[in-house]
């Protein structure tokens, strides 16, 4: 997966409209027009936004019908979520080695403690 | 993996959370987290070697990271700080970079939350794409721009919230 195609994936997930978009297109593929309508928004504006999706390639554009269906293309995505997977396998090691480094430092600092009180006596 | 059920609630919701319950008082887990020579004994998955290059820990501070995997393999993890309210708050935007500290991968923001219950810490790990995206374009954009971004980080962050 290159990081050119994450960044376009990203860049299009970046905004509000454009996520809406894509959660009425995971319940099945429709028409601009029925896109547009919750949105309060011109058919040319929400053509733009379709367009970045597309571009990104999270959405087809059917040819075959007049009315051109827009529907999801899920595998950019799923590469955006694998991503996030990897991130979460990194932190959750650091964090096995963390709590390890945390416990060795608490021990550490309470041996110090105990010398100097053996020290003063 | 259920990306239609995902999508169906909010995509915004592409975001990691991780929270991990540490036993040991909060401003230290602060501590162990923010300065170098402690990062250096912990940070990375097992097996790798980490050396904190660069750690200007102020809003605007710069961090770089290099890491060392089992097989020989350089890592680099860079990025600024943004936020820094010990020993309760951490933000920072940042990603992987390669030797000459080039990034390679999309930005993130990574928010770290300490909060200390009975002498134990929880932590919470967050790490989102979305805000450091439209904060990016926010930079590069004139006064206008920024602030149609700045209206969509606001409703991105409220739905996320919600």
């Not at chain 2, 170098?36 to 820990?57: C, D, I, K, Q, Y």
Request: proline share 5%; hydrophobic share 40%; with cysteine.
């Amino acid at each position: 997966m290159s990081p050119d195609r994450l960044n376009a994936t990203f860049a299009a997930l970046a905004d509000p409209t454009r996520r809406a978009i894509l959660a009425r297109l995971a319940s099945g593929e429709t028409s601009v027009s029925e896109l547009a309508e919750p949105f309060e928004m011109s058919l040319p504006a929400v053509s733009k936004h379709l367009k970045v999706l597309q571009r990104a390639g999270l959405i087809a554009r059917g040819r075959e019908a007049q009315w051109r269906p827009c529907r999801l293309a899920a595998g950019p995505l799923k590469d955006a979520s694998d991503w996030l997977e990897r991130y979460r396998r990194f932190w959750e090691e650091s964090f096995d080695r963390f709590e390890d480094y945390l416990r060795d430092l608490q021990k550490r600092e309470l041996q110090q403690k105990e010398k100097k009180h053996g020290r003063k006596k | 993996m259920a990306a239609k059920n995902d999508l169906a609630t909010e995509p915004a919701d592409r975001v990691l959370v991780i929270t991990r319950i540490f036993d040991a008082p909060r401003s230290l887990v602060f501590k162990a987290w923010t300065e170098s020579e402690h990062m250096a004994r912990w940070f990375g998955p097992r097996g790798f070697a980490s050396t904190v290059l660069r750690n200007e820990l102020r809003p605007g501070g710069a961090y770089r990271i290099h890491m060392r995997g089992p097989d020989g393999d350089d890592h680099w993890m860079q990025g600024i700080y943004r936020e820094i309210v010990p020993p309760e708050r951490l933000v920072m935007v940042g990603s992987w970079a390669d030797a000459q500290g080039n990034l390679t991968r999309p930005e993130t923001t990574l928010t770290l939350t300490f909060e200390e219950h009975d002498g134990k810490t929880k932590l919470t790990l967050h790490q989102a794409i979305f805000e450091s995206v439209t904060a990016r374009d926010a930079h590069q954009g004139g006064w206008t721009t920024s602030l149609d971004c700045l209206a969509e980080y606001l409703a991105a962050a409220q739905s996320s919230r919600g």
